[in-house]
């Protein structure tokens, strides 16, 4: 295991490259969650009521519901690809640590997921009516709560990638832990909405995702091996 | 299976390995040593736990397993049934990420992949290659190793001859031979048997179902 230390750095930007480079070759995985969204979200108006006042009530609580469901939706193959072609037994061998290799997958997929999210989140914002106001808030929250979904649902996709029909089972896995962001980040945009200070908020989801970066690829690597054993 | 050579030399060492998969038992009490030097060649029908004794020779397997498994080696090339090759990548780009942390050079994969017949397809997507090809991609793995020269260097190959036309077979088994003979070793399952002199060790496996 010759110094695979001193290449750390060059084991994340490779990895992380690979994962860009086979997420932009297959451009549909990236697409299918914001369709997802844009379509529930054109939904609502038309469920509801196009009332700008009623609308707006609802928008912040609408709007990190359907980002939660859409990365629900993109959690579930994560792994899926790599587990069927083989990669991920290479992986568990490679002599670099797991947990490197954990993190750049989820933050490939955070990348190619959440951060488009994130920047179209205002877009989907105005046809809920959002007040502007609350646009910066919203985008805040989007970045900090996307990240820490994705990461969560990185665990439930590693442990449920050996299963032919995981759907279900990742969604009662990782819901659970997607309640805390949502309470968090749409109330965020609640207070922001109503012109009050969502700093309180916004750092809690802040660090909901350092506790994430630092524990999760923990579970990840735990539950890939698991998943590969058991395969 | 003898346990002749002194453990202090070989590459994996397995004391009373035990193994059982679905409420069956695979093995039981297995002593091995695979040294320096060793090509052993790992028999038996189909459902004999002939891959699962592989993956848990590489450490990808340890439900079920009991008895003692303790690797020596500084390189370990696992090669399953599922190629670890990406459809949407190149031979290029997938060798290129297999051989990251030794640092080849974009020269040897060029080597390892003229060496396999497919140089003329480096730079082709994988999911256009055939099944016989993608196998050869990630055959190249092993020329890439050998020429790489690691000290303490173990193969565990699960059925690396499928899907590979006569010429292939020779030429992979001449480079088992030669990954031995520099002091390497190789543990591969297969139903056929190897074109070669080299002296070879055989494990045969339970009687199956």
């Known amino acids: ?231 | 299976m003898s346990a002749a050579q002194s453990s202090a030399s070989a590459l994996v060492s397995v004391r009373g390995l035990g193994l059982e998969r679905g409420g069956r038992p695979l093995l039981d009490g297995l002593d091995l040593d695979i040294a320096a030097g060793d090509l052993v060649l790992i028999e038996g029908p189909n459902g004999s736990g002939k891959t699962t004794l592989l993956r848990s020779l590489a450490g990808l397997s340890r439900l079920g397993l009991t008895g003692n498994i303790a690797r020596h080696c500084d390189e370990l090339l696992y090669l399953g049934h599922r190629a670890g090759i990406k459809q949407l990548l190149t031979p290029r780009e997938n060798l290129a990420w297999a051989c990251r942390s030794q640092g080849w050079d974009a020269a040897a994969i060029d080597s390892a992949l003229e060496r396999v017949g497919l140089s003329g397809r480096a730079d082709v997507f994988c999911q256009h290659l055939s099944a016989g090809q993608q196998r050869r991609v990630n055959l190249a793995r092993l020329y890439l190793s050998f020429d790489a020269g690691r000290e303490n260097s173990l193969w565990l190959l699960d059925e690396p001859f499928t899907a590979i036309d006569r010429d292939g077979v020779a030429a992979l088994a001449a480079t088992m031979a030669e990954q031995v003979a520099r002091g390497g070793a190789v543990a591969l399952t297969s139903h056929q048997d190897l074109p070669l002199d080299t002296p070879l060790r055989r494990l045969v496996l339970g009687g199956g179902p």
């Open chain 1, 1 to 231: 295991m010759s110094a695979p230390y001193a290449s750390v750095n060059a084991f994340l930007g490779a990895s992380l490259k690979r994962q860009l480079l086979l997420a932009y070759r297959r451009p549909v995985d990236t697409i299918n969650p914001l369709l997802f969204f844009l379509l529930v979200v054109t939904l609502f108006p038309l469920g509801i009521g196009p009332e700008p006042a009623q609308l707006a009530e609802f928008a912040p609580g609408i709007l990190w519901i359907v980002a939660l469901l859409a990365s629900l939706m993109a959690a579930e193959g994560m792994f899926r690809q790599d587990y069927e072609d083989g990669s991920l037994e290479q992986l568990l061998l490679a002599p670099q640590p797991l947990y490197l290799a954990s993190l750049t997958y989820t933050a490939a997929h955070w990348l190619v997921t959440g951060l488009p999210l994130t920047l179209l989140s205002p877009l989907f914002a105005t046809m809920l009516q959002l007040p502007v106001a609350a646009l910066p808030v919203l985008m805040l929250s989007m970045l900090l709560g996307t990240a820490v979904l994705s990461l969560v649902g990185s665990i439930g996709a590693a442990l449920t990638v050996s299963l032919k029909r995981g759907g279900m089972l990742i969604s009662l896995i990782i819901v659970p832990l997607y309640i805390p962001v949502l309470i968090f980040a749409a109330g965020a945009v609640r207070f922001a909405a109503e012109g009050f200070d969502a700093s309180p908020q916004l750092l809690l989801l802040a660090g909901m995702l350092s506790l994430a970066v630092a524990l999760a690829p923990f579970a990840i690597s735990a539950g890939l091996r698991i998943s590969v054993d058991a395969g």
